[in-house]
């Protein structure tokens, strides 16, 4: 069965395991490095980033000792989607970061948190994308400022770009899981049977 690990540091947890669940995938909350890796090998076939606090998800990854092995997980190939904090965490520079803020920098994109402004600006809107037009929530979301040749843009609002992909990395600035929207996550569940596919 597919297994798809869902960081449960910090942040909007269960909404993506309540998603994922009812796609009908195994779903794995990672906290620690041996729930990332075992014995054999990565014991998840996926990922997911949820939304949260960035600069909070990112202390604690380095507390728990998971912020290397997850980047490198990452960097090998794991298929992972990243929303909003999570695409935060997953960008190669971030504009704005809380003192000592780091990211694991995977994602070939420059981020600018809370681009959109204060809590007063989130909204729950129809958003056209590259999958179709996708209901979802923005909460103090951040955009993609500039993003490297590789990276394809999946969407975005008014002018800022706030959906991305570069292979199996896909990064959104926005809440699918809120509103139960499902493109997102069976994109990466694609994704993730690409992958053992060509295994
Ligand atoms: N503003 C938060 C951050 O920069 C992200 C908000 C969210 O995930 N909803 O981490």
Do not use: W
């Amino acid at each position: 069965m597919t297994t798809v690990g869902v960081l449960a540091l910090q942040g909007g947890v269960r909404e993506h395991e309540r998603l994922l669940e009812s796609l009908g995938v195994g779903v794995a909350p990672l906290r620690t490095p041996s729930d990332l890796t075992g014995p054999d090998g990565l014991r998840v076939d996926g990922v997911v980033l949820p939304g949260g606090e960035s600069s909070t998800i990112d202390r604690l990854l380095r507390t728990f000792g998971l912020f290397e092995p997850l980047r490198a997980a990452i960097a090998g190939g794991l298929p992972t989607l990243g929303t909003c904090a999570g695409l935060v965490l997953l960008a190669r520079r971030v504009l704005d970061p809380a003192p000592g803020q780091q990211s694991l920098a995977v994602l070939d994109v420059t981020v600018r948190r809370n681009a959109f402004g204060p809590q007063v600006d989130s909204a729950e809107t129809d958003l056209a994308t590259a999958y179709g037009s996708a209901r979802v929530a923005f909460i103090r979301a951040p955009m993609v400022a500039a993003q490297g040749t590789g990276v394809q843009v999946l969407a975005r609002r008014g002018d800022a770009v706030v959906a991305v992909r570069q292979g199996a990395i896909t990064g959104i600035a926005f809440h699918p899981e809120l509103t139960g929207e499902p493109l997102f996550h069976r994109r990466l569940l694609d994704d993730v049977e690409g992958r053992v596919q060509a295994a």
